[in-house]
């Protein structure tokens, strides 16, 4: 029978069907993080339970920590050193990796996972964090999975799943210049709402995906949940086998020959059938921003603020009067010149190097608006030691961003350091929920060119206008 690349993973994974679509799924990687990895470690220290085979499981200080130079274990958000400790205690006791603070491999989860060949095609792998669906990009089959959940992957290899249903997602075409991975997800959830993937795994396909790059596979296959997958994934090629190889926890010798014959097959069938599937014209595509408090509230940034007047549906109608108020925006109003106070590079979704090379080609020459804040945070210590061995940190200092350590930062908000009461922010995040990035911060999703050139506009700016540096 004709499969797609997500059966051929499952039903390779699969230890028992339990009934009612539920089975019982074998994990290759679990991955944590302080945040809330560290309440499953001490939970099972606590309960006396090993961790089954160790080596393959690893943890990371990426969420809480602070991301200023000479930081340490104390953070800017309450009892978050005490997480710190914590987490650290226990992921040695367990006898897991750990990329502690000051280590060479430390970063946020997603970012460093692909990066060290800990995902890999064909694997397994979970994390309690919703975005663990980055790693799809590279053919694995990656989900988010709640601390408890953790736990049990930890200690028995295996999680009851209940199956989803399969989805493709074609983005065919050629993009336009200046459109970015970023632009085509927020079009596919802007124009089929955050809720258009529930209850599926989606296959993203097609010659726009085929010609991306695997860092921009990873930013597609972030905001899957977004869209409310279970997760996204893309089938491995050429170049995922090209980005893997070599890496630090990449098969080696024979072992890498006999990956390679597996990875091979991991495709969808010709005539495999899909439960759904959607196609884009990548080439109709603009670079997009969000206006309200949903990522499903993307419009081509040169739109304008939509009236809920025009939505038939009559809770869609009500949210979108909600995001109105609560972004101070009227209908009819355009994205593109609207004030900003604050810009943010960073995240799992867009803090790869690739990502801050394209920032800083907006950058080169220029300075950052008066009265604006901008930060820009690397997804990994790797990724900030390779951008300054290129002189990006430079180019973002002299602009007048502010350079961090790696970690999750401003994406989130969680007690610590914030962009302040209702600053306006455009960020390369992937969620601009109420409070996201602080108290009632209003916040609007773009790419790092958006980002950047709206950065020296101190308003939303298209970065086509900018692209190719001052200088």
């Not at 336009?176 to 085509?184: H, I, N, P, Y």
């Not at 670079?287 to 809770?315: F, K, L, R």
């Not at 007048?400 to 350590?405: L, M, P």
Request: glycine fraction near 12%; include cysteine; hydrophobic fraction near 40%.
């Amino acid at each position: 029978m004709a499969q797609t690349l997500f059966d051929k993973i499952w039903d390779a994974h699969t230890v028992a069907d339990l009934g009612g679509g539920v089975h019982l799924i074998y994990i290759d990687r679990v991955f944590l993080h302080e945040r809330t990895g560290s309440v499953a470690l001490k939970s099972l220290e606590e309960a006396g339970r090993p961790i089954v085979h160790p080596e393959q499981a690893f943890c990371t200080m990426d969420h809480i920590v602070d991301t200023f130079p000479g930081r340490g274990d104390e953070t800017s958000m309450p009892n978050g050193g005490e997480f710190i400790r914590t987490t650290r205690r226990a992921a040695r006791a367990a006898g897991i990796t750990l990329f502690d603070i000051g280590d060479e491999g430390q970063g946020i989860v997603h970012v460093i996972s692909p990066e060290q060949g800990i995902a890999q095609p064909g694997l397994t792998i979970v994390c309690p964090d919703s975005h663990t669906c980055t790693q799809g990009a590279l053919g694995a089959l990656a989900w988010g999975i709640g601390s408890s959940e953790a736990e049990h992957a930890l200690a028995t290899k295996t999680l009851r799943v209940a199956r989803p249903k399969n989805m493709r997602v074609r983005f065919e075409g050629r993009r336009q210049s200046g459109v970015t991975a970023k632009d085509l997800i927020l079009h596919l959830i802007g124009r089929y709402t955050g809720a258009g993937g529930i209850g599926y795994a989606v296959e993203f396909a097609g010659e726009a995906v085929r010609a991306m790059d695997m860092e921009a596979r990873m930013t597609l296959c972030n905001m899957a949940v977004e869209f409310s997958a279970f997760t996204g994934l893309v089938a491995p090629d050429e170049t995922t086998l090209a980005y893997v190889e070599g890496r630090r926890y990449a098969p080696k010798g024979a072992h890498w020959k006999a990956a390679m014959a597996y990875w091979d097959g991991l495709a969808s069938d010709a005539d495999a059938a899909f439960d759904a599937e959607i196609v884009i014209d990548a080439g109709q595509v603009a670079p997009m921003v969000t206006w309200g408090t949903s990522p499903q509230h993307a419009v081509p940034i040169d739109g304008q603020v939509p009236d809920p007047a025009s939505e038939p549906d009559g809770n869609r109608r009500k949210a979108m009067e909600g995001a109105l108020a609560y972004m101070d925006l009227t209908p009819g109003t355009p994205l593109a010149g609207l004030e900003i106070g604050a810009a943010f590079i960073g995240s799992c979704t867009n803090s790869r190097l690739s990502d801050l090379r394209r920032a800083a080609e907006i950058l080169k020459g220029r300075k950052v608006a008066d009265g604006v804040k901008a930060i820009c945070v690397p997804g990994s210590t790797r990724v900030k030691k390779a951008a300054e061995a290129e002189g990006i940190d430079k180019i973002f200092t002299d602009a007048g961003f502010e350079w961090r350590e790696s970690g999750c930062s401003m994406c989130f908000y969680a007690g610590g350091e914030s962009f302040g009461y209702r600053q306006r922010v455009v960020t390369s995040t992937n969620r601009n929920f109420e409070s996201r990035q602080g108290p009632e911060t209003r916040s609007h999703l773009a790419s790092p060119e958006t980002v950047a050139a709206s950065a020296v506009a101190g308003r939303i700016a298209d970065a086509r206008s900018l692209a190719g540096g001052a200088s």
